[in-house]
């Protein structure tokens, strides 16, 4: 603007004072090597004034072509940003109609200029893991990497995601291990690591978890606390399998005070010990949970023990009878204690109460090994008749049970 305003300055003088100047124009001589230039000085200014107005249309023409270019660019990235924007609300329609290859294909055109083109990368690589195609899944997940930048949280966990879904447990565990590094309490990042740490046996890990899972109610307590049951439980395998009976015991000793009271997990160490031929050690296990805690869970336990003490064993059964009163369960298991120790009359007694409150078919069973143990052929023959037409009845029911539900369709 300035230099327009110059330019007509500068004409408007000449119109003024060209007259005036008109004999009076100077000499001007310029001299090169090659070429001699003479002229007035007011042909001169008038070269200047010329050589000027040329830049100026120069320099128009340059920001009109400029513009014109922008404008186009800005036009045709208009129109990618709303196909975009169309493609990207379609491939959501079809992501819950369950359609994969049309959603990868719809959220990975034109990408590049949807709102979140991140986004849309991380979801058409998930749908090229649905559909099987690991070569699109990894292409995806580079371009999401190259567009996330310093963000790349987002990424990581969908990599984690798909590698679970294609069971690469092992290599989703490192990259688990990686994000817990950097967010030890995203929800995401907690639940893909339970998922990781239960399916490569990681139970240590998955304890070390569960704090930061309960700060953030990711699960209820009753879940966390099966959870941690699941994890103690593994543990106990795996001490087991590596140093044998030993190994487990002395990993037990160094547990808390919380854990070792904990009759689920008594339960567990004592089939552990049966297995492994320690009837004692678990004798000890049980009628110490039993005697903390009245759990229907070990006393199942006791008839399994071979070679442990029957009498300390039935004090505490005798104990828990006058506490909770003579239930099936305990009269069942003093019979079975007896029977093993040749006490007949007293597993008779046990086993007829036991019946008496409830039939059962394994004693039923016990209770004619026990008669005829006593020369009692008659009675026992008669006790596995009942016991006959008892399981007979109830395969009866089981079969009259469709025809009923027939009946009523």
């Not at 590049?112 to 990894?138: H, I, S």
């Not at 909770?324 to 007896?338: D, E, F, R, W, Y």
């Not at 006490?343 to 008779?348: C, G, N, S």
Request: glycine share 4%.
């Amino acid at each position: 603007m300035f230099k327009i305003l110059l330019l007509f300055v500068v004409l408007i003088a000449g119109i003024i004072f060209g007259p005036v100047l008109a004999g009076h124009q100077g000499y001007v001589f310029i001299q090169t090597d090659n070429w001699d230039i003479e002229t007035s000085v007011t042909s001169l200014v008038i070269m200047f004034v010329l050589l000027q107005l040329i830049l100026l249309l120069l320099g128009w023409c340059y920001r009109r072509f400029i513009g014109t270019g922008s404008k186009a660019y800005s036009w045709f990235s208009l129109r990618k940003r709303s196909r975009a924007r169309k493609q990207t609300r379609l491939a959501l329609m079809k992501l819950a109609e369950g359609d994969f290859k049309q959603v990868e294909k719809l959220m990975s055109r034109n990408a590049d200029y949807a709102e979140q083109p991140v986004v849309n990368y991380l979801l058409a690589a998930e749908a090229a893991q649905q559909r099987g195609d690991e070569f699109r899944v990894q292409q995806h997940l580079e371009r999401a990497s190259e567009l996330a930048d310093t963000n790349q949280l987002p990424v990581d966990i969908t990599r984690v995601r798909i590698l679970l879904a294609q069971n690469e447990n092992h290599a989703a565990r490192t990259g688990v291990d990686e994000l817990l590094n950097q967010v030890p309490r995203h929800p995401e990042v907690l639940r893909l690591a339970e998922t990781a740490y239960i399916r490569t046996e990681a139970w240590q890990a998955l304890l070390d978890i569960i704090p930061s899972m309960q700060k953030i109610a990711l699960h209820t307590d009753d879940e966390l606390e099966q959870l941690r049951q699941q994890a103690y439980i593994g543990l106990m395998g795996q001490k087991m399998s590596e140093n044998g009976c030993d190994g487990l015991k002395n990993w037990w000793k160094t547990q808390p005070r919380k854990i070792q009271h904990d009759n689920g997990l008594r339960f567990v160490l004592a089939e552990h010990l049966i297995e492994c031929n320690d009837p004692q050690t678990a004798q000890t296990i049980i009628l110490d949970g039993i005697k903390r805690h009245y759990d229907e869970r070990l006393i199942l336990l006791l008839p399994r023990l071979k070679n442990s003490d029957p009498d300390s064993i039935l004090k505490v059964l005798n104990s828990l009878i006058k506490q909770h009163g003579p239930t099936p369960l305990l009269n069942s298991t003093v019979g079975q204690i007896a029977m093993q120790q040749g006490q007949w009359a007293q597993a008779e007694t046990a086993f007829r109460n036991a019946l008496k409150q409830r039939p059962d078919v394994h004693d039923f069973a016990w209770l004619a090994d026990v008669l005829d143990k006593q020369n009692k052929s008659v009675e026992s023959a008669k006790v596995r008749k009942d016991a006959l037409l008892m399981t007979l009845k109830k395969d009866s029911v089981i079969f009259d049970e469709p025809k009923t539900n027939k009946a009523l369709q």
